[in-house]
């Protein structure tokens, strides 16, 4: 299988540290938030290569790349303008070769099991053409909140809103099958965004795997500083 790790954003709400240093570089406990996701993703057997997709001071997360012990399983691919979270799996549909694909935003520390989300993807129900990694967000306003019915199946998706139903998240990452990809493509739209385009016409086709492990959105200087607090700076488990 190959993964996207979307790293491409400008991580606004951190500056000024982003100002010179793009978010998926940012240090957690002295390590850049980067390497804890390849690290993970390389950890298991079922992931061949990782695309990366740039944008803001993209020639630092190149030279970073450069220097990986895991660089000759990277591609980087540079967007000279945002293409939007869909918008990137859609100018590089052809990387995944039709084949179901690991979709996940970088700006986030996590601990989740890849294996165990993969496994449970294949038994996933027989309608479900996504798989969605969901948490418990402290922060239920600041994400996506899902109500799912017994089988795990998400019936509604709230993104973002001011007076959420729970605080099951949506935490990013997602397992999407072909005719996912099929659909975004068919918008014929340079930029798409996953969230607000392809998500919610897939409700009722979305299959929602908790992970009780560690996960934060990095996405203000206050949740960086709670992983700081939070995390030992080894690797995530």
């Known amino acids: 299988m190959h993964a996207l790790l979307l790293a491409a954003g400008h991580g606004t709400r951190l500056r000024p540290l982003t100002e010179r240093l793009p978010k998926c570089l940012v240090p957690i406990n002295g390590r850049p938030l980067l390497d804890y996701w390849l690290e993970r993703l390389f950890a298991s057997p079922a992931i061949e290569r990782v695309l990366i997709n740039t944008h ?44 179901p694909i690991l979709v996940a ?5 996590t601990g989740f099991d890849l294996d ?26 600041s994400c996506g909140i899902l109500e799912i019915d017994t089988d795990g199946i998400v019936q509604r998706f709230h993104e973002k809103v001011e007076d959420p139903p729970d605080n099951l998240a949506n935490a990013a990452v997602y397992i999407l ?59 995530v488990t």
């Open 56 to 99: 803001w001071l993209a020639e630092q997360v190149t030279a970073h790349v450069a220097a990986s012990p895991w660089r000759d399983r990277i591609d980087v691919v540079h967007e000279a303008e945002l293409l939007g979270t869909g918008g990137t799996v859609v100018a590089n549909k052809a990387y995944f070769h039709a084949a």
């Open 177 to 235: 099958e072909p005719e996912v990809v099929a659909f975004a493509c068919a918008l014929q739209k340079r930029f798409v965004d996953l969230s607000t385009e392809v998500i919610p016409h897939f409700v009722g086709r979305i299959y929602s795997v908790e992970t009780f492990q560690y996960h934060r959105d990095i996405g203000t200087m206050e949740s960086l500083a709670a992983a700081e607090r939070d995390f030992s700076g080894r690797a």
């Open 116 to 141: 165990g989300f993969l496994s449970r993807h294949d038994g996933r129900p027989p309608a479900a053409a996504m798989t969605m990694l969901s948490f418990r967000t402290d922060d239920p306003r």
């Open 105 to 109: 935003h970088a700006d986030n520390l």
